[in-house]
């Protein structure tokens, strides 16, 4: 298997542009988690999905965010506007219901 | 409220052991383990679960005291390649949102 796929690696934009970064999960896994990373505040979860539905969606810092999971293996998280505090490198998990997650190799995002 | 993680850096020589700790000021029904090598993504390590359940990698073992709110994991003869950064994130409930240490930095010396 590929494992957990996440486009872009790397992507600097400007503060106010929009952004949205994408996970294929791996085949046949039922959730799909989307991660925050950063020195200050380690890694955050944002939201969750179990077979393509949102079950926690506490963790999103605010209004600017969304992500949605059109089908099961494929997930977007956007954000729009987007500032400079947003950046952080973005990690894509997904798992079975062993809990182990496998974590994609994540989005470097930078906002100027 | 996020775990505590103890130490935040430890510097071993290749064949030492190394204990990591993680509280937590909540009840917790798991705890799983994870190591991040720079630059890369977190790994699975380990889970272990309220009532003693504990699945995990073959080399590595650790313990969870349900009434303490901890986990220590154990590093014996270490390697290598276990140098990264170890986090553990917990759960108080049987769900899958996980709340992370900020981890402890392992450097492994030949």
């Known amino acids: 298997d590929a494992g957990v796929i996440q486009s872009p690696r790397h992507e600097v934009t400007e503060m106010g542009q929009e952004v949205t970064l994408r996970c294929k999960p791996i085949?046949?896994?039922?959730?799909l988690f989307w991660y925050r990373q950063t020195m200050m505040r380690g890694l955050e979860l944002l939201i969750y999905?179990?077979?393509?539905?949102?079950?926690?969606d506490s963790g999103m810092p605010e209004d600017r965010f969304s992500a949605k999971m059109p089908n099961a293996s494929f997930s977007t998280l956007k954000i729009q506007p987007s500032e400079p505090r947003d950046s952080a490198v973005y990690f894509c998990?997904?798992?079975?219901?062993?809990?182990?997650?496998?974590f994609g190799p994540g989005t470097r995002l930078t906002v100027t | 409220q996020q775990p505590v993680q103890s130490p935040q850096a430890v510097i071993l020589r290749e064949g030492e052991d190394a204990v990591i700790n993680c509280s937590s000021s909540?009840?917790?029904?798991?705890v799983h383990w994870y190591r991040q090598k720079h630059g890369e993504a977190p790994v699975f390590l380990m889970i272990?679960?309220?009532g003693g359940e504990q699945k995990g990698h073959e080399k590595i073992s650790a313990s969870f005291n349900e009434k303490k709110q901890q986990s220590s994991l154990y590093l014996t003869a270490s390697q290598l390649s276990y140098s990264g950064t170890y986090f553990c994130?917990?759960?108080?409930?049987?769900?899958?949102?996980?709340?992370w240490g900020l981890g402890t930095s392992l450097a492994v010396n030949p």
């Open positions: 998990a997904s798992s079975l219901l062993d809990h182990e997650q496998y």
């Open positions: 999905f179990n077979n393509n539905v949102p079950i926690d």
């Open positions: 994130g917990t759960s108080a409930g049987n769900n899958r949102k996980l709340i």
């Open positions: 085949s046949g896994h039922d959730y």
């Open positions: 909540k009840a917790l029904y798991s």
């Open positions: 272990l679960l309220k």
